[in-house]
């Protein structure tokens, strides 16, 4: 394969390239050499990998530079085209030094074309230089850092703006190639990991482009210029690129200000069949309602008797069958009804929609929708119900119920039932917070009255508010104290404060079992109270009891869904349930919310690092770099010790790297540390058998295939079985054994074993020792 690898075409022509520079050559010549460079997108990895370890970026570029300043526009755009694809997925051989040439003759370009009449052949130099750019800054941190901290961020914008300010008299087809590589560039700069993006607030790089004094207009005036067009690819480009650059409320309300809302509104309307412009229109209008004027906007916009809510309806049902289009469209109706319930409330009475008749129907057919938002959304609806529902006691919905069903109308009938729970669950449970503030507005007014002193001592005790109960129960025993609602009030305060107490001691001794089974006895006697849910949280995921607080935090979200300890723990069963991706979107969520939730913060930095570095180490391990692979999956188990199921796995890629480095012995002790961890872990199963073979313990290995066809009996593990009983009854047969030499003898020691073996057990010798026994 190597021998192949350097005789390939292109490796031949990236030789020839190099003489090229050290001795000038005719211009065709050159071209000639570069179409020999056959690389196509799936081209061979060991190859690309080969021209990158023979400088090709370094030769290319330098020729690049050569010919650049004479004008050979051609030329230079089919260097510039080898060389993307060369480094597309390689963008660390990209360095600052290629990036600042690059930079440079992108300004000479710019200058160029405002000084002379453009040609295509430059606008296409333009856009191959954008490529690489954008290529070299895709998943590279350090290229991003390198142009944020050289003020290129505000030079490349500036860059950008000048070139649309070309295209004003140009056709679209000239232009498009310049403007969707340019796109992707900038939205490769918004990529960046500084500390503002772990807070969900955007990257640096992101919000320079976006405060350019004349970004926004550009983009809003391309955004029209591009919709007369009718071009698909060209519309999602833009709005791709600005869904990465609007991150700040000031900035979107900047975008309204200019006329963008209606523009982005008018495109959607115009293209309400195309998925993909939907898709697009939909990611940039959920960024965008960050800002409560942009909300407004897309509340207030009409056309033909349409509003905005209403087109977002007609859309969800136009692609109600795309689940990555609902999806989109779920972000934007959870954006614009959050905190906003007129605007929730406007589509209910839109009437444009069957599955907005009931809020069930509706809300459900968007499983993507948050929690939080999904709650939100769910109290705004239900205050659009009918006024005559909302009047009838919990009695009368009882005796409806019992009328349906006496007349065989079963489905009626549990409607009616459900909605008397509904309303009897409110009373009681849902809003003894506000029942709470009605007792004490009528206690100031009146401190007299026992029955709101009453009523009030009741919501504090479902509400768990132990402090205010004790003072309220001060007050009712100086003005009733053998009141016999009091007296059964108190005995479940002072029930619940002893078994708080006892809560806490086991706390206090690491006693968990116990102390779950007693804050569960206190939300028992205070079933609404947020405090000893959480408390209760708490100790399931101390317990590593995950999908059980998963379920109990999703309850809790549809009655507190502002709460922000309770969208943390969310995020933390995410975590530890090893949906690391989810976690960390949904802690980036949860800092959008609350930038200031310390706990947030240090759980977002965990699973942020352990995904990175446990992605790298997958990445080395594809591409045969098994020591980087093993340092990536060390710093990974470095991050969270008390993660059990990712540490698992990890134990068992670094036993992978360890066992491709002919380390048989660390990579057994990971595969035994994965096994502790998850006793089934079939893999780490896999891994510690094939290590036992390779250190020659057969009878190790044999009974752990036997192990692995118990969890597995695929005809693959039967097949290993056998082959490792083979070898146990090989080496049961081991003739250095049998001498008692090494394998690494020489035939020396070989020839002398065999000759005392002999001895020992020759027939006349064997003979006399055994009369030796019998005294003859």
């Not at 309806?313 to 795309?322: P, R």
């Not at 020591?627 to 890629?653: F, G, R, W």
């Not at 020839?751 to 003859?776: E, V």
Request: charged share 25%.
């Amino acid at each position: 394969m190597i021998k192949y690898e350097n005789g390939h075409p292109s490796v031949l022509a990236i030789k020839r390239l190099q003489t090229f520079l050290e001795v000038d050559h005719e211009t065709s010549q050159l071209l000639e050499t570069l179409q020999s460079i056959q690389l196509p997108r799936n081209s061979d990895f060991a190859v690309r990998k080969l021209l990158i370890d023979m400088n090709a970026v370094d030769i290319l570029i330098d020729l690049f530079d050569r010919y650049s300043p004479v004008g050979d526009y051609c030329l230079c755009t089919s260097l510039l085209s080898v060389l993307s694809r060369i480094v597309k997925g390689r963008s660390e051989s990209v360095g600052e030094k290629h990036i600042q040439k690059l930079i440079n003759s992108l300004s000479k370009l710019i200058d160029e074309l405002e000084a002379n009449a453009s040609t295509d052949l430059k606008f296409s130099l333009i856009a191959a230089i954008y490529s690489v750019l954008h290529l070299s800054c895709t998943k590279n941190e350090r290229n991003r850092t390198s142009i944020s901290q050289t003020q290129t961020v505000t030079q490349t914008i500036n860059f950008f703006v000048r070139i649309v300010e070309l295209f004003d008299n140009l056709p679209f087809n000239t232009f498009y190639p310049t403007l969707k590589e340019g796109c992707g560039f900038l939205r490769s700069l918004t990529l960046d990991d500084d500390l503002d993006v772990e807070f969900g607030l955007g990257s640096e790089n992101a919000r320079t482009i976006a405060k350019s004094d004349s970004c926004l207009e550009v983009f809003v005036k391309l955004i029209s210029k591009i919709l007369n067009s009718s071009n698909v690819c060209g519309i999602s480009d833009l709005f791709q690129t600005l869904s990465a650059i609007i991150t700040r409320e000031e900035l979107c309300t900047k975008f309204a200000s200019l006329n963008g809302i209606d523009i982005l509104m008018q495109t959607v309307y115009s293209n309400i069949k195309s998925t993909v412009i939907i898709s697009s229109s939909m990611v940039l209008l959920q960024a965008l309602c960050g800002s409560d004027a942009c909300k407004l906007s897309v509340s207030n916009w009409s056309i033909h008797n349409i509003s905005g809510p209403q087109l977002i309806v007609d859309i969800f049902e136009d692609h109600i069958k795309s689940p990555v289009v609902t999806k989109y469209i779920s972000g934007v109706i959870a954006a614009l009804t959050l905190r906003q319930p007129d605007i929730a409330k406007s589509f209910v009475t839109s009437g444009a929609s069957n599955y907005l008749i009931k809020r069930s129907s509706f809300i459900y057919l968007i499983p993507q929708l948050s929690e939080p938002h999904r709650a939100g959304l769910t109290n705004a609806l239900m205050d659009v119900e009918s006024p005559e529902s909302e009047q009838l006691s919990v009695e009368e919905y009882k005796n409806q119920g019992n009328s349906c069903y006496k007349q065989g109308m079963y489905n009626e009938a549990i409607a009616w039932y459900t909605k008397g729970i509904d309303i009897d669950t409110y009373l009681m449970i849902n809003k003894p917070l506000d029942a709470y503030k009605d007792a004490s507005r009528s206690i100031s007014l009146d401190s007299q009255n026992v029955k709101s002193i009453l009523r009030g001592l009741k919501c504090c005790l479902i509400l768990g508010d132990l402090n205010e109960a004790k003072r309220l129960c001060c007050m009712v025993r100086q003005l009733e104290p053998t009141n016999t609602e009091f007296s059964s009030l108190l005995q479940k305060i002072e029930l619940l404060s002893e078994t708080h107490r006892s809560y806490e001691d086991k706390l206090s001794t690491s006693d968990f079992r116990h102390a779950l089974h007693l804050i569960t006895k206190c939300i028992e006697l205070a079933p609404a109270s947020l405090s000893f849910n959480l408390q209760r949280l708490s100790i399931l995921i101390q317990l590593k009891r995950f999908t059980e607080a998963k379920s109990l935090v999703e309850n809790l979200l549809h009655s507190h869904s502002s709460s922000v300890d309770l969208l943390f723990y969310r995020g933390l069963c995410l975590y530890y349930l090893d949906h690391l991706d989810k976690a960390t979107i949904h802690f980036q969520h949860v800092l959008r919310l609350h930038p200031d939730h310390i706990e947030t913060q240090k759980a977002y930095k965990r699973a942020k690092n352990l995904l990175k570095f446990k992605e790298e180490g997958n990445t080395f391990i594809h591409d045969h770099k098994y020591s980087q692979a093993l340092e990536a999956y060390t710093k990974a188990l470095e991050v969270d010790p008390s993660h059990d199921m990712i540490n698992a796995k990890l134990y068992c890629n670094r036993a992978c790297a360890l066992f491709y480095l002919d380390r048989f012995e660390e990579a057994l002790n990971d595969c035994d540390n994965a096994i502790s961890l998850e006793p089934n872990y079939l893999k780490a199963r896999i891994r510690r058998a094939k290590c036992y073979s390779s250190l020659e313990e057969y009878e190790k290995a044999v009974e752990e295939w036997t192990a692995v066809v118990k969890l597995d009996g695929s005809r693959e593990n039967k097949k290993s079985l056998q082959a490792a009983k083979s070898a146990l009854s090989v080496s049961q047969r081991d003739y250095y054994k049998i001498l008692g030499l090494k394998k690494n003898a020489s035939s020396d020691d070989i020839k002398q074993a065999y000759r005392k073996s002999a001895l020992l057990y020759h027939p006349a010798f064997f003979l006399l020792s055994l009369l030796s026994l019998f005294n003859f």
